[in-house]
C-alpha cells in the first residue's frame, strides 16, 4: 500500500513563498502521477496541478500559472508544490495524491488517484 505524507504548509504573509513536499512510500516513485490538490473552507476541492509520471507533462490550474511549480525528486520519493507570490485566496487544505494510471491533463481531475495524504495547511494573511 502507498503512504502519501504532505508537510510544509504553513503561516505566510501575501506574497510570500511556501515550498511543499510530498513523501510517497512503499513503492518507487517512478511509478506514480502526482497530483496537488487544495480546499479551502466551505469550497469545493479544486485542482492545483499535477505532473505525469514520465516527468514531461505538467498542467496547472489558471489562478496559479506563473506561481506555482510542480516538481519531484524521484530519488528522494518526494514531490514538491513551490508556491510563490502567494495571496489569501490560495489558502487551505492542500493534498498530495498519486496515482499508478493517472492521466495529467489541463482538467486537473482525480480519477485514477487512488492514494491520497492527509494533507498540510496553507494560511496566507493579507
Known amino acids: 500500500q502507498l503512504q502519501v505524507v504532505e508537510s510544509g504548509g504553513g503561516l505566510v504573509q501575501s506574497g510570500g513563498s511556501l515550498r511543499l513536499s510530498c513523501v510517497v512510500s512503499?513503492?518507487?516513485?517512478?511509478?506514480?502521477?502526482i497530483g496537488w490538490f487544495r480546499q479551502a473552507p466551505g469550497k469545493e476541492r479544486e485542482g492545483v496541478s499535477c505532473?505525469?509520471?514520465?516527468?514531461?507533462?505538467?498542467h496547472y490550474a489558471d489562478s496559479v500559472k506563473g506561481r506555482f511549480t510542480i516538481s519531484s525528486d524521484d530519488a528522494k520519493s518526494t514531490a514538491y508544490l513551490q508556491m510563490n507570490s502567494l495571496k489569501p485566496n490560495d489558502a487551505g487544505q492542500y493534498y498530495c495524491?498519486?496515482?499508478?494510471?493517472?492521466?495529467?491533463?489541463?482538467?486537473?481531475?482525480?480519477?485514477?488517484?487512488?492514494?491520497w495524504g492527509k494533507g498540510t495547511l496553507v494560511t496566507v494573511s493579507s
Open positions: 512503499g513503492d518507487t516513485l517512478t511509478h506514480y502521477a
Open positions: 495524491a498519486a496515482g499508478g494510471y493517472y492521466y495529467c491533463s489541463e482538467l486537473l481531475w482525480t480519477d485514477g488517484l487512488h492514494y
Open positions: 505532473i505525469s509520471r514520465s516527468r514531461d507533462i505538467s
